[in-house]
């Protein structure tokens, strides 16, 4: 089965950038979704098909997909973007929708 | 507005059964997959299953195929999640997820969740 990789957490100054990576099989063959989620409440998209933002998503949240690594990156980072953030791919071959394990992002 | 509102959620003895339920509006359901996501108390999200918009296909993770089964009723706008043979391994919020009009994902509206535990 497919799987991906996510460090388990990152940190990050206040106004500095933050990259969180999702490694995968030749990842960047497929379409990643990213999402963020703050304590008790559900997950939000805040990256979809790779680079594209929903609407209502900070233009600070961009994304990218090559090779075997996926990358959610948060320029100018602020305290409320303090949560856990996952990446996402269908792999359709299996028809399996696979969730990267996690990462706590940390404001310090 | 996109709405998703799950409910059904628990307590259950190990061995049995639950049905949860989510009610979608602000949108047309029968156009879209639909999932149900789960996360455990304290750990990631972990996907369970998914049922394409007419209800023709669905897909299920190895850990529940077998005792859940997924469905949806588009005249009524509710996607279910029949769960039997419940363990211990289980408990753990429940969330329904819309995907895409023409694949699985992007799951791109999620509901609060509902919470279902497993115990004797």
């Known amino acids: 089965s497919y799987v991906l990789t996510q460090p388990p957490s990152v940190s990050v100054a206040p106004g500095k950038t933050a990259r969180i990576t999702c490694g995968g099989n030749?990842?960047?063959?497929?379409?990643v979704h990213w999402y963020q989620q703050k304590p008790g409440q559900a997950p939000v998209l805040v990256i979809y098909?790779?680079?594209d933002r929903p609407s209502g998503i900070p233009e600070r949240f961009s994304g990218s997909n090559s090779g075997n690594t996926a990358t959610l990156t948060i320029s100018r980072v602020e305290a409320g973007d303090e949560a856990d953030y996952y990446c996402?791919?269908?792999?359709?071959?299996?028809?399996?929708?696979?969730f990267g394990g996690g990462t706590k992002l940390t404001v310090l | 507005e996109v709405q998703l509102v799950e409910s059904g959620g628990g307590l259950v003895q190990p061995g049995g059964s639950l049905r949860l339920s989510c009610a979608a509006s602000?949108?047309?359901?029968?156009?879209?997959?639909m999932h149900w996501v789960r996360q455990a108390p304290g750990k990631g999200l972990v996907w369970v299953s998914r049922?394409?918009?007419?209800?023709?296909?669905?897909s299920y993770a190895d850990s529940v195929k077998g005792r859940f089964t997924i469905s949806r009723d588009n005249a009524k706008n509710t996607l279910y999640l029949q769960m039997n043979s419940l363990r211990a391994e289980d408990t753990a919020v429940y969330y329904c997820?819309?995907?895409?009009?023409?694949?699985?994902?992007?799951?791109?509206?999620w509901g609060q969740g509902t919470l279902v535990t497993v115990s004797s």
């Open positions: 030749n990842i960047g063959s497929k379409s």
């Open positions: 997820a819309r995907g895409s009009q023409v694949g699985a994902t992007p799951t791109d509206y």
């Open positions: 049922i394409n918009s007419d209800g023709s296909s669905t």
């Open positions: 996402q791919v269908w792999d359709s071959s299996s028809d399996r929708v696979v």
């Open positions: 602000g949108f047309t359901f029968s156009s879209y997959w």
């Open positions: 098909y790779d680079s």
